[in-house]
């Protein structure tokens, strides 16, 4: 019996030459206002070109691979670009996996991200069996590698700084009962606590990186935070953590390195930001544990 596991991720292109096809696979088949693509490439070139997204994906589904061992067959899909999630399906039953098993790289569930994920796998899969880990924001190993992560950078800042959680935001629409803000409240309070950080000043939650539709989306945003923050004028620096992130990626080195932080230094606070997961083994061996228990449920 063989079992195989998809590792997802949200994809990136490969080179600018690629960004539209990409745009426009995000849009559901709709290509981009000419305005938009130009916004998009322009990010891309900020940092070089690409992002670094697709390499460090790889770089974790090999820490995985390894931490899984024999039994199983592992292949990493994307859902907005090559490799696709339904080419990593396909890849693992030609390789004769009998059950299958998803990881999304990314730690809360909402069904509007990770639940998206889990439909095309189990679409893909046809009538083999298969299911998906929902979350795994609770896992001990991340909530210690954030709590570590977040302590690191605030001895670099001034006393009384701020940690501000943040996740990608989703519009309100898909977050009518979704679990997703709970999970990320829940993460955020557990990673704060065991930081030592003050309940009621010494953190809070925001939201980033919202689309650009006509919906509302999820706020506040991470850069009105960072204006009321400086505007209070009680809080010398704010250290960014951004927890619904695994990667270095357009969202966290665009996003928080470059455009939030260059708020940040308008207004005059000190800024920095916790370091991503990437491919952290000792997180990745955890998963891939929690990922074969998950796999044992399926026979």
């Not at 691979?65 to 030609?94: M, Y």
């Not at 690191?152 to 940690?163: A, D, W």
């Not at 706020?219 to 620096?237: N, Y």
């Amino acid at each position: 019996m063989t079992t195989g596991v998809i590792v997802m991720a949200y994809g990136t292109p490969g080179s600018l030459d690629e960004v539209e096809a990409y745009y426009t696979h995000i849009r559901r088949g709709r290509p981009p206002e000419p305005h938009l693509l130009a916004e998009l490439i322009g990010r891309y070139e900020s940092l070089g070109g690409t992002s670094p997204l697709r390499e460090i994906t790889a770089a974790q589904t090999a820490r995985i691979t390894a931490a899984l061992g024999d039994g199983f067959v592992v292949a990493q899909g994307n859902k907005h670009a090559a490799p696709f999630i339904e080419d990593a399906v396909a890849e693992v039953l030609a390789a004769g996996a009998t059950s299958i098993v998803g990881v999304v790289l990314a730690p809360h569930f909402s069904r509007g991200s990770v639940g998206e994920y889990a439909s095309r796998l189990a679409e893909a899969a046809g009538s083999v069996p298969a299911t998906t880990l929902e979350q795994w924001a609770d896992l001990p190993a991340w909530l210690k590698f954030q709590t570590f992560a977040v302590k690191r950078e605030l001895r670099h800042l001034p006393g009384r700084s701020k940690v501000v959680f943040t996740a990608h935001s989703l519009p309100e629409r898909v977050l009518v009962d979704d679990p997703y803000p709970d999970q990320l409240r829940a993460s955020a309070t557990a990673i704060a606590g065991a930081a030592g950080l003050d309940r009621w000043t010494g953190w809070s939650v925001a939201w980033q990186s919202a689309g650009r539709t006509a919906d509302p989306w999820r706020g506040p945003d991470i850069l009105e935070v960072i204006e009321d923050l400086a505007a209070a004028g009680d809080v010398p620096g704010v250290l960014v953590c951004p927890q619904g992130f695994t990667a270095d990626h357009l969202e966290v080195l665009y996003d928080l390195d470059d455009v939030a932080a260059a708020r940040a230094a308008s207004l005059g606070l000190a800024f920095a930001r916790t370091a991503s997961v990437n491919d952290d083994e000792v997180v990745l061996t955890a998963l891939a544990a929690r990922v074969a228990s998950l796999a044992a449920t399926l026979g």
